[in-house]
């Protein structure tokens, strides 16, 4: 398991200006997955309100657009020189609770 917002001190000057590049296509990217499962959220809301259950597939579409999401989060936020993939790929995101 990696910990996506860890530390790094190195960081790459080059990258620095391609993060700029890469991270317009990735919010492209990023707009139009938002708009396709803020679509799903709409429509999810009437399926619970009518069914009284959420639709799976909505439910993983609205998830891999949250999970995508968190993925670049790193990058785009200057925390690692690590690109990730303009296409959404399969991330699981677990959360730990400390006691």
């Known amino acids: 398991m990696k910990q ?3 530390y790094e001190e190195k960081a790459g000057r080059l990258e620095l200006f391609i993060r700029i590049i890469y991270s317009f296509i990735i919010g492209i ?3 139009v997955y938002g708009f396709i499962a803020g679509i799903c959220m709409f429509i999810q809301f009437f399926v619970i309100l009518i069914l009284g259950r959420r639709s799976q597939t909505l439910s993983d579409l609205i998830q891999g657009y949250l999970e995508y999401y968190v993925h670049i989060l790193p990058y785009t936020s200057f925390m690692t020189d690590e690109r990730p ?3 959404p790929s ?3 995101i677990y959360e730990e609770e400390k006691v």
């Open 4 to 6: 996506i917002f860890e």
């Open 29 to 31: 990217v990023l707009t």
């Open 85 to 87: 993939g303009i296409f």
């Open 90 to 92: 399969p991330v699981t």
